[in-house]
């Protein structure tokens, strides 16, 4: 399939011989810190005291302060993006699509310093309402600890488009923001206060798997309104953002290289540049992530105005199943599917619902929670489908609870 300026179909033949190739591996040249940590469950509204406090922290089964599993993902160089975003299509842009996440045990703790492996997975071409003929690429990166330890695999979706043919499209057709009033703000923060009194209530206490049936429901979780500063704070809130950071770039091809339209290709990750000049490798200021935080360059790449992260927005799925779950609890696998972006403006709402329970073949008490993510308009961001695993009483009772959670441990 060869690129047409009058289909705008996509060419992809440059694909196929990266699918199953190994990558460079990321690093970033900094173990993690404690303020990392805090920092990021204040970009991802995240407000677990196990995560930033430590007077809370210190009472826990941690001992200390803890890295929730969502913050995984900021300990690579690209958010998982990379191996899904191998080859060249020309005139194209990106934006994410979903995650696949399985965890392994082990926790990220401060002092920690993880190095990240990637492969491509696969790739397929279809037709969309967003922007006609699109690529939707998968590649998996494994996150390992200074230990050896695994200690999570992450299968990234790429959404690879033209951006002239989605302008075209409008899917996306709304470029003002929507307007809330004092009485409707209040009326949010109120309703944050639901999952805030969850963990609150849970405490350091084990959530029993016993405890848990099919049909219940998680306190919803409210995020926003989302804004230009908000959207800034997660991207700051990854340490690959910060200039020098990263020992080992996020690919060995740059932007261009890739097939990003020139207006959007910049250089991102430049190290080279970086030294002489790191606002032009800047992803805020210059280069494909600026559409997330420039109106002008939101809507050259077919989007109304500012929008959010898809990394960050796997991140609140996984923190709100984290939450309800407790410190004795432990994500084992999330599917997710993002079907909007969350743009400036908008609030988010997180339902959740306990699909299923179950004890597999290898002992652990399983509960699936169905998570669907909406905005004020109801319309749907992202679903997803995660497997969390919780303590059963009798271990409790026994002192036998040992799910590899603790500092150094290998399951």
């Known amino acids: 399939m060869t690129t047409d300026d009058a289909t705008g179909e996509l060419d992809v033949s440059d694909l196929d011989r990266h699918m199953g190739v190994p990558m460079e591996p990321g690093l970033l040249k900094e173990p993690v810190a404690t303020n990392d940590i805090r920092r990021w469950v204040q970009a991802m509204h995240y407000p677990n005291p196990l995560h930033y406090d430590d007077r809370w922290a210190a009472a826990s089964r941690f001992s200390g302060i803890v890295a929730p599993q969502s913050f995984t993902v900021a300990c690579d160089t690209s958010h998982g993006c990379s191996p899904a975003q191998v080859g060249r299509i020309p005139e194209s842009h990106l934006i994410f699509g979903g995650d696949d996440w399985w965890f392994f045990g082990p926790r990220v703790w401060p002092g920690d310093h993880l190095i990240c492996h990637r492969m491509p997975y696969d790739y397929r071409v279809t037709e969309t309402k967003f922007a006609g003929p699109t690529c939707f690429q998968r590649g998996d990166t494994l996150y390992v600890n200074q230990r050896g330890e695994r200690v999570a695999l992450q299968r990234s979706t790429a959404i690879r488009y033209r951006p002239r043919r989605a302008k075209e499209k409008q899917l996306f057709s709304e470029p003002q923001e929507p307007s809330w009033t004092d009485g409707q703000l209040a009326e949010l923060e109120e309703r944050k206060l639901a999952f805030i009194d969850q963990i609150q209530a849970l405490g350091h206490d084990p959530r029993p798997w016993g405890s848990v049936s099919a049909g219940d429901r998680l306190a919803e979780h409210v995020l926003g309104p989302h804004s230009l500063a908000s959207f800034t704070t997660e991207w700051r809130a990854y340490p690959m ?147 969390v695993a919780l303590p059963d009483e009798a271990a409790l009772a026994a002192g036998r609870v040992n799910d590899g959670q603790e500092r150094g441990s290998i399951r």
Do not use: C, I
């Open 241 to 387: 953002t910060t200039w020098g950071a990263t020992r080992k770039g996020p690919t060995s091809l740059s932007a261009e290289e890739l097939g990003y339209t020139k207006e959007m290709a910049g250089l991102e990750g430049d190290r080279e540049v970086e030294r002489v000049n790191p606002e032009l490798t800047d992803g805020a200021y210059h280069g494909p992530s600026r559409g997330h935080l420039q109106p002008r360059w939101a809507e050259h790449v077919g989007m109304p105005r500012g929008y959010g992260y898809g990394a960050s927005m796997g991140a609140w799925v996984l923190d709100y199943v984290s939450g309800w779950a407790g410190e004795w609890g432990m994500v084992t696998h999330s599917e997710a599917q993002y079907r909007n972006p969350a743009f400036t403006g908008d609030a988010t709402f997180l339902s959740g619902v306990v699909a299923e329970t179950w004890v597999d073949r290898r002992g652990r008490h399983l509960v699936r929670v169905d998570v669907d993510m909406r905005n004020q308009d109801d319309a749907v961001l992202a679903r997803a489908k995660v497997e």
